[in-house]
């Protein structure tokens, strides 16, 4: 069974930082693209960060460019999001996805609310 839990969110002040997780379960982490997607509400959701699956390649939206960071452990199937800098129109559900040819998972995600 596919699983994908994310952890991690919370209130955090503007300026702040917070550190999302995504535990894999279920299938090959290893073999797959993880992305980070974020839906604030009233709006679609938007792709924030991609890693390749072997780690060695990012992107990342301009919007959290150069204040978000993705990265992956495949040894621990987990990948993560650092994110610094935090403001308040970063606030939004933030989802876990892993992406490999037609298929993809998703997790349930969490909630990162940035209010003083």
């Known amino acids: 069974q596919v699983q994908l839990v994310e952890s991690g969110g919370g209130l955090v002040q503007p300026g702040g930082s917070l550190r999302l997780s995504c535990a894999a379960s279920?299938?090959?982490?290893s073999s797959w693209t993880m992305r980070w997607y974020r839906q604030a509400p009233r709006k679609e959701r938007e792709?924030?960060?991609?890693?390749?699956?072997?780690?060695?390649?990012?992107n990342y939206s301009d919007s959290v460019k150069g204040r978000f960071t993705i990265s992956r452990d495949n040894v621990k199937n987990t990948a993560y999001l650092q994110m610094n800098s935090l403001a308040p129109e970063d606030t939004a559900v933030y989802y876990c996805?892993?992406?490999?040819?037609?298929?993809?998972?998703w997790g349930q995600g969490t909630q990162v609310t940035v209010s003083s």
């Open positions: 996805n892993a992406f490999r040819g037609l298929y993809e998972y």
């Open positions: 279920g299938f090959t982490f």
């Open positions: 792709l924030v960060a991609s890693v390749t699956s072997t780690g060695r390649s990012t």
